[in-house]
């Protein structure tokens, strides 16, 4: 029964390969976004979509690239993997109404670049 | 641009004890408050939700409050167990209900 799951729970890879990871919700929400916790634990949103559609997209490097082929997946591929995108990164996801915006996490990525 | 600060950014206290969390954030044109807790190599529990419009929320023996005015919200944890151990995060959402800023969080380690 689970809200909110991501896949892999650990990925290590090396500099310059392409990696994605998954992220599946079954609450029924129209927004799913992506945040990055860097090793300060400081959590930054990322992208955010809504209905399949791109709302948010903060300043990220183009190598990242979300694919949403259904309102309950947000996939996030990355291109050319540097150290530096070393990190834990988070699904989560909301109604996407005004009613509350509460947010909902999987239970991170964490990406080692080697 | 909306910054959010924790204050401590880690507590150790015995069981039992009551405490607060403090959380601050510099644009008090937000949407709403979300406290959560991230345990060690785990992801992030939704604790609690405060809209702009409200002044508290409460769950069990936590309760939330939020001072927009200021800038200032609290979580206030009663008696508290080891089982509370863990990092809380803060996060408020601007008017536009898009836009997430996470504080750095307080480490809070409870002692049996």
């Known amino acids: 029964d689970t809200a909110v799951s991501q896949t892999p729970k650990y990925l290590v890879t090396q500099m310059g390969n392409d990696k994605s990871i998954k992220c599946e919700q079954n609450?029924?929400?129209?927004?799913m976004y992506w945040y990055k916790q860097d090793s300060k634990k400081f959590l930054k949103i990322m992208f955010s979509?809504?209905?399949?559609?791109?709302?948010i997209n903060e300043t990220v490097p183009n190598r990242f690239s979300p694919k949403s082929p259904d309102k309950a997946h947000l996939n996030l591929h990355i291109n050319s993997l540097e150290l530096g995108d070393s990190a834990v990164y988070f699904c989560?996801?909301?109604?996407?109404?005004?009613?509350?915006?509460?947010?909902?996490f999987g239970p991170g990525t964490r990406l080692t670049v080697t | 641009k909306q910054e959010v600060t924790q204050i401590p950014a880690a507590l150790s206290v015995p069981e039992g004890e009551n405490l607060v969390l403090n959380c601050s954030f510099t644009d008090s044109a937000i949407y709403n408050l979300q406290w959560f807790r991230q345990d060690p190599g785990k992801g992030l529990t939704s604790l609690l939700l405060?809209?702009?419009?409200?002044r508290e929320q409460t769950s069990g023996r936590l309760n939330a409050s939020l001072d927009k005015s200021s800038g200032r919200s609290t979580l206030y944890i009663a008696a508290s167990q080891p089982g509370d151990s863990a990092t809380y995060l803060c996060a408020v959402r601007d008017n536009y209900g898009q836009n997430f800023v996470f504080g750095p969080g307080t480490r809070l380690s409870v002692l049996p």
């Open positions: 989560a996801s909301s109604t996407g109404t005004e009613i509350s915006y509460e947010q909902y």
């Open positions: 405060i809209q702009s419009s409200q």
């Open positions: 609450l029924g929400h129209d927004t």
């Open positions: 979509y809504n209905n399949k559609e791109l709302i």
